[in-house]
């Protein structure tokens, strides 16, 4: 069955760093673009951030843009989330899921399925 | 950007009753909307796509409606576990995307 499992997060000082992973199992993780998405009490769900099935092609919500970074290893079906310059706004639960199927074109069609979370402190 | 504006906020509904949940986006996005819903402690699970489609899996009292600007979440015969947390997303304008902010729908 397909599994998501994310890790890395915890408390780190504001102006911090923090690599988040996401260990993908139960699919040809290839052949998928995949995304990372938090969750904070006071703002829902907001998109951090997505990268395409090579990992050539990356997006970033503009809240992260030019301090977070995403990456991905087909290899260990893994995908990454380089945090630098952590600030209390990006305290949340990070979630990595499952995007579209690579295709042409593709049909986007929601994330199926999501990581537990992992919780993620910005504090000092 | 588009703004994704969920109503009710709350929303309270007897078991066995008919719970509708609204979303509405700030310009079109054609029928590229999906619904969520997330159980206390527990992920988002996806229950409709292309705004009418249903998930695999997803009973059939879920039905997702509308197109444009106007969407809704119509669950009928509310079981106890359908109590939740429930969010719309729009792709439209795909790999980037954006949530309304919930609606909870509690038992009455």
């Known amino acids: 069955q397909v599994q998501l499992v994310e890790s890395g997060g915890g408390l780190v000082k504001p102006g911090g760093s923090l690599r988040l992973s996401c260990a993908a199992s139960g699919f040809t993780f290839s052949d998928y673009y995949m995304a990372w998405i938090r969750q904070t009490p006071g703002k829902g769900l907001e998109w951090v951030s997505f990268i395409s099935t090579s990992g050539g092609v990356k997006k970033y919500a503009d809240s992260v843009e030019g301090r977070f970074t995403v990456s991905r290893d087909n290899a260990q079906n893994s995908i990454y989330l380089q945090m630098d310059s952590l600030r209390a706004e990006d305290t949340a639960v990070y979630f990595c899921a499952r995007d579209t199927l690579w295709a042409i074109p593709a049909t986007p069609s929601g994330y199926d399925f999501w990581g537990q979370g992992v919780l993620v402190t910005v504090s000092s | 950007e588009i703004v994704m504006t969920q109503s009710p906020a709350t929303l309270s509904v007897s078991p066995g009753e008919r719970a509708t949940l609204s979303c509405r986006a700030s310009q079109s996005v054609g029928s590229d909307l999906a619904w969520y819903q997330q159980l206390p402690g527990q992920t988002p699970r996806l229950l409709i796509y292309?705004?009418?489609t249903r998930a695999t899996g997803i009973p059939a009292r879920f039905t997702g409606s509308g197109s444009g600007t106007e969407f809704t979440l119509t669950i009928s015969s509310l079981q106890s576990e359908d109590f939740a947390l429930y969010y719309c997303?729009?792709?439209?304008?795909?790999?980037?995307?954006?949530f309304g902010q919930g609606t909870k729908l509690e038992i009455k």
């Open positions: 292309a705004a009418s």
């Open positions: 997303q729009q792709y439209n304008n795909w790999p980037m995307c954006s």
